[in-house]
């Protein structure tokens, strides 16, 4: 009987959970593979709604999530976690998709043990090694542990071209696509709130942040955005999902909490977040991952950062970069609503 091949699939937030699924399920259904998944939770809620979502088991959970957790905790358990499965399954190969820290410690993890590593989702650049931080480090570093190397774009595949790198990139498109798809004709969101938000015919945008690089003072100045901006359009709702990091909730309950028009969040379950995209006149983001799904589903995105990795987006004109700059921030947004005339 023909060995099969030990996949070892490791994640640790949303959106590599969300991303790594339609390859989780493809694995499952490929009799020549044996699956083996491994969750970090490094973002323990929000991981974990993901793998309800997309049904999928993590046979190992490392369970590492510490309040107020830094780079080097979270760097640290991942790998001696990952380090222990790995001498437990000695699996014929590791697969991480991305740039988060769990990418990246669970990488150096499989290559310590000269295992080999599969990197989804490699080639995206800022050029910036400290911009965003520290996932333009990690996706670098990563790439030279790599044995192979799944690009998503000819953009991804040119930047690896740059660097030298030649072999062993293949170019496989995004998963995020398929993902989203699977979503609209599986999901059937049960969130009340976002049931009302879609039904009252009013024109919505879905604002998220959460990047280390918009911490404090960036933060501040786009609260301010956003509160100016709710007094302009008073006819549209503003959806804010917080993220659950005490750097983000504390700034945004603090500064926005009296606006009306304005409705701040929990973090939502990915059905209901999909659907809010999905029924948003724009998006105001510093995400990679809604990067991609505003370009998926035709949304004009406001980015919220100085660069961005995924310089397809702006070139297309789906999205802007405008950074922390309130009066950036204030400018596109009245710019995109008076071209497309949604107000």
Not at 38 to 48: G, V
Request: proline content about 4%; hydrophobic content about 40%; overall charge neutral.
């Amino acid at each position: 009987m023909k060995k099969q091949i030990k996949i070892l699939t490791v994640f640790g937030t949303r959106p590599e959970a969300i991303k790594l699924a339609p390859f989780i399920k493809a694995v499952e259904s490929d009799s020549e593979c044996l699956n083996i998944t491994c969750a970090t939770t490094q973002h323990r809620e929000l991981q974990n709604e993901a793998l309800d979502l997309f049904t999928i088991k993590s046979h190992y959970n490392l369970d590492i999530v510490h309040k107020n957790q830094d780079l080097s905790y979270i760097s640290c358990a991942v790998l001696k976690g990952v380090t222990n499965v790995l001498t437990q399954e000695r699996p014929d190969f590791v697969v991480v998709q991305g740039d988060t820290t769990t990418a990246f410690t669970a990488a150096l993890a499989a290559f310590y043990q000269k295992i080999p590593v599969v990197h989804v989702e490699a080639g995206l650049r800022t050029g910036d090694i400290s911009s965003p931080f520290p996932e333009e480090a990690h996706r670098v570093l990563i790439l030279k542990m790599a044995k192979l190397r799944m690009v998503p774009t000819e953009m991804a595949k040119e930047n690896l071209s740059k660097e030298g790198i030649v072999d062993n990139v293949f170019m496989v498109g995004n998963t995020i696509v398929d993902s989203v798809d699977w979503g609209l004709k599986n999901f059937a969101p049960n969130n009340e709130f976002i049931k009302q938000i879609i039904e009252n015919g009013k024109q919505k945008i879905l604002i998220t942040v959460h990047r280390r690089e918009n911490f404090g003072k960036p933060l501040e100045e786009i609260c301010s955005a956003i509160k100016e901006l709710c007094k302009q359009y008073p006819e549209v709702d503003f959806i804010w999902p917080v993220h659950p990091n005490p750097n983000v909730i504390i700034i945004v309950r603090e500064t926005l909490q009296q606006t009306s028009n304005l409705y701040i969040t929990k973090p939502l379950l990915y059905d209901a977040l999909l659907t809010l995209i999905k029924h948003s006149s724009i998006l105001i983001s510093d995400s990679g991952r809604i990067q991609e799904e505003a370009c998926i589903l035709g949304k004009k995105i406001i980015v919220l950062r100085e660069e961005t990795e995924r310089m397809e987006i702006i070139e297309a004109r789906i999205g802007t970069l405008v950074g922390s700059n309130k009066e950036r921030i204030i400018t596109e947004v009245h710019k995109v609503l008076s071209e497309s005339k949604i107000v």
